[in-house]
């Protein structure tokens, strides 16, 4: 599921290159909101909205990309492995912190207010709109490297969470002496 090709160059059919527009983009980021305010109106347990953002994170995003990148330069010296492990502990541990998040936004709503084409991806823009707050801007940055179009990025009123999960990451390794088992480890108390 993840870090293979990571750091190498993707060959992509043409057709999935061009397949990736300002339509499909905002598309993907419309079903994800649909999804995210469908989880958030459920008035389900706090453990259940957490399973569903998982389900929605895997669903959505390009989630070897986002761990390869969140992992760094020790991807390096990881086993394929200790690569595997640390994708499933990354995807339940990034579905549990931004889920906390967009529990937040319970009451509120998220709406797609613009696409726009930045180099090889799709910037689009969303409105955060939560009860007794100013609204607030969420954007997305979608890609179709993988072959299947998804978000890679993602920044809540400015927070670059690529950027925020590799210093997390990182910290996590040196807390741990820079044993991946145990940051996986510990990965996975955390989600």
Known sequence: MFLAAAGAATITAPSALWALN???????????VT???????SGKSENAMYRDFERIFGQYSDTSYIAAYAMGVD?????????????????GYISRKYGQR??????????????????KWFE????????????????FLVSNRSGKDLFFNMYIEGVNLL???RTEIGAILDRNRGDIDKMISELKRLS
Do not use: H, W
């Not at 991807?75 to 995807?91: E, G, L, N, P």
């Open 102 to 119: 967009f529990r937040e936004f319970i009451g509120g709503r998220l709406e797609v207010t613009g696409v726009k084409r930045v180099k």
């Open 35 to 41: 999804d995210i305010n469908r989880v958030i109106a």
């Open 22 to 32: 300002e339509n499909s983009a905002s598309r993907l980021i419309d079903n994800l």
């Open 124 to 139: 689009v823009s969303t409105t955060a709109y939560l009860k007794g707050q100013a609204p607030f801007e969420v954007t």
């Open 163 to 165: 950027l925020t999960e």
């Open 75 to 91: 991807a390096r010296r990881a086993s394929a492995a200790q690569k595997r492990a640390f994708s499933d502990a990354f995807q």
